[in-house]
């Protein structure tokens, strides 16, 4: 068990909808990072937050959005979902920003 | 040109055996370099950490980083068929900003008693 905690699990929604998928860091950590897994594409970054502030973006699609809040918990959310979205969406943390980064269980998401 | 490239097999050896995993890079700001194991629909664990060039020993396991040829290797030991399952090695600048991780496609690795 890594520490970092993911929910929900599953997510099986349809095109056109908006989700929101949690991540819950690790104690003590300020870094927040989210990653896509699909088949074809691999693990991707999308986005980094740092203590409450967005750090780096790497290739999210602007339907998709992201927040850190003061409790360091962050929220991804995507809208207008595309059959295309459907993939493994991780969540990892840090302490700071280059320390080791520790993946939660992921949220697998389907859209019909 | 991917930044980051993986064999993504599938590989399968027998029990016991020692085990080769490689990865090559193109981005000479990577400094630091890590392999993780992925069981099928669970996340990415974390298995060895390394920062530039040389060796790290863990155990079984033992992580190479050659920057001069922007080349890293994963070697297992005496493989167990626990160690069934898809190594992804991933990269990252460090630097404020580029803490990112890179990853590989992932080599599956299949260990058979």
């Given at each position: 068990d890594s520490g970092v905690t993911q929910?929900?699990?599953?997510?099986?929604?349809?095109?056109?909808?908006?989700?929101?998928?949690?991540c819950s860091p690790r104690?003590?950590d300020?870094?927040v990072?989210?990653?896509?897994?699909?088949?074809?594409?691999?693990?991707?970054?999308?986005?980094?937050?740092?203590?409450?502030?967005?750090?780096?973006?790497?290739?999210?699609?602007?339907?998709?959005?992201?927040?850190?809040?003061?409790?360091?918990?962050?929220?991804?959310?995507?809208?207008?979902?595309?059959?295309?979205?459907?993939?493994?969406?991780f969540c990892a943390s840090?302490?700071?920003?280059?320390?080791?980064q520790y993946f939660g269980p992921?949220?697998?998401?389907?859209?019909? | 040109?991917?930044?980051?490239?993986?064999?993504?097999?599938?590989?399968?050896?027998?029990?016991?055996?020692?085990?080769?995993?490689?990865?090559?890079?193109?981005?000479?700001?990577?400094?630091?370099?890590?392999?993780?194991?992925?069981?099928?629909?669970?996340g990415?664990?974390?298995?060895?950490?390394?920062?530039?060039?040389?060796?790290?020993?863990?155990?079984?396991?033992?992580?190479?980083?050659?920057?001069?040829?922007?080349?890293?290797?994963?070697?297992?030991?005496?493989?167990?068929?626990?160690?069934?399952?898809?190594?992804?090695?991933?990269?990252?600048?460090?630097?404020?900003?580029?803490?990112?991780?890179?990853?590989?496609?992932?080599?599956?690795?299949?260990?058979?008693?």
């Amino acid at each position: 068990d890594s520490g970092v905690t993911q929910t929900p699990k599953h997510l099986i929604t349809a095109t056109g909808q908006r989700v929101t998928l949690r991540c819950s860091p690790r104690s003590g950590d300020l870094s927040v990072y989210w990653y896509q897994q699909s088949l074809d594409q691999g693990l991707q970054f999308l986005i980094q937050y740092y203590n409450g502030e967005e750090r780096a973006k790497g290739n999210i699609l602007e339907r998709f959005s992201a927040q850190q809040f003061p409790d360091l918990h962050s929220e991804l959310n995507l809208s207008s979902l595309e059959l295309g979205d459907s993939a493994l969406y991780f969540c990892a943390s840090s302490l700071r920003g280059a320390d080791t980064q520790y993946f939660g269980p992921g949220t697998r998401l389907t859209v019909l | 040109q991917k930044e980051v490239e993986q064999d993504p097999g599938p590989l399968s050896v027998p029990e016991g055996a020692i085990v080769s995993l490689n990865c090559t890079y193109s981005n000479s700001a990577f400094q630091y370099f890590m392999w993780y194991r992925q069981y099928s629909r669970k996340g990415p664990e974390l298995l060895m950490y390394t920062y530039s060039s040389g060796n790290k020993e863990d155990g079984r396991f033992t992580a190479q980083v050659d920057k001069s040829s922007k080349y890293i290797s994963l070697f297992i030991r005496d493989s167990q068929p626990s160690d069934s399952a898809t190594y992804l090695c991933a990269m990252s600048g460090g630097n404020f900003g580029n803490e990112k991780l890179t990853f590989g496609t992932g080599t599956r690795l299949t260990i058979i008693p």
